[in-house]
T-cell receptor, first 113, second 113 residues
Framework: DAGVTQSPTHLIKTRGQHVTLRCSPISGHKSVSWYQQVLGQGPQFIFQYYEKEERGRGNFPDRFSARQFPNYSSELNVNALLLGDSALYLC????????????FGQGTRLTVV | DAKTTQPPSMDCAEGRAANLPCNHSTISGNEYVYWYRQIHSQGPQYIIHGLKNNETNEMASLIITEDRKSSTLILPHATLRDTAVYYCIVRPPPGGGADGLTFGKGTHLIIQP
């Protein structure tokens, strides 16, 4: 079985640009969460989606948005990129909402220059 | 979610048991203890979770003290591939929260050959 897949694996953007990151959950998993991990820190929760609805949001500015599609895949969008948005962005899927046995993808390494 | 405290780093000899402690003195009666690990350049990996009884699976054992204020993750026969950052997380029961996992800085476990 394929695990959680994220694309692209690496990305370089310029300050002020917009970026879209994509995630495909494990087959049968309906919940997708996004995390940001800056160097030397643990992952920080950004969003959780379940059945195409936002169910949870972390302490991130409105420049960050996401959505979940009918096939349960998800996109994370970040507008007006700042240098501080440089990080590893992780997607995690789980069977149901609220389950902490989450399966993480390899992440997308975003560098903002 | 309750706060957890872990040592920043630990060493263990290959083939020996690695015992990783975690303090969670403010844990609530219905909160679970979860452990994840993150091998360099990969997404976090779920290891094990428990409420109040000791738990064991193919990866590790989880020992939770009777007062539930601390726990220990045990890797019975550590290998070099177990070198990773280990995160202890306290969470409401499944279905009890949609605010993602709260990762601290974890314990960097280094397995020495």
């Amino acid at each position: 079985d394929a695990g959680v897949t994220q694309s692209p694996t690496h990305l370089i953007k310029t300050r002020g640009q917009h970026v879209t990151l994509r995630c495909s959950p494990i087959s049968g998993h309906k919940s997708v969460s996004w995390y940001q991990q800056v160097l030397g820190q643990g992952p920080q929760f950004i969003f959780q989606y379940y059945e195409k609805e936002e169910r949870g949001r972390g302490n991130f500015p409105d420049r960050f948005s996401a959505r979940q599609f009918p096939n349960y895949s998800s996109e994370l969008n970040v507008n007006a990129l700042l240098l501080g948005d440089s990080a590893l962005y992780l997607c995690a899927s789980s069977l149901e909402e609220g389950r902490a046995e989450a399966f993480f993808g390899q992440g997308t390494r975003l560098t903002v220059v | 979610d309750a706060k957890t405290t872990q040592p920043p780093s630990m060493d263990c000899a290959e083939g020996r048991a690695a015992n990783l402690p975690c303090n969670h003195s403010t844990i609530s009666g219905n909160e679970y203890v979860y452990w994840y690990r993150q091998i360099h350049s990969q997404g976090p990996q779920y290891i094990i979770h428990g409420l109040k009884n000791n738990e064991t699976n193919e990866m590790a054992s989880l020992i939770i003290t009777e007062d539930r204020k601390s726990s220990t993750l045990i890797l019975p026969h550590a290998t070099l591939r177990d070198t990773a950052v280990y995160y202890c997380i306290v969470r409401p029961p499944p279905g009890g929260g949609a605010d993602g996992l709260t990762f601290g800085k974890g314990t960097h476990l280094i397995i020495q050959p």
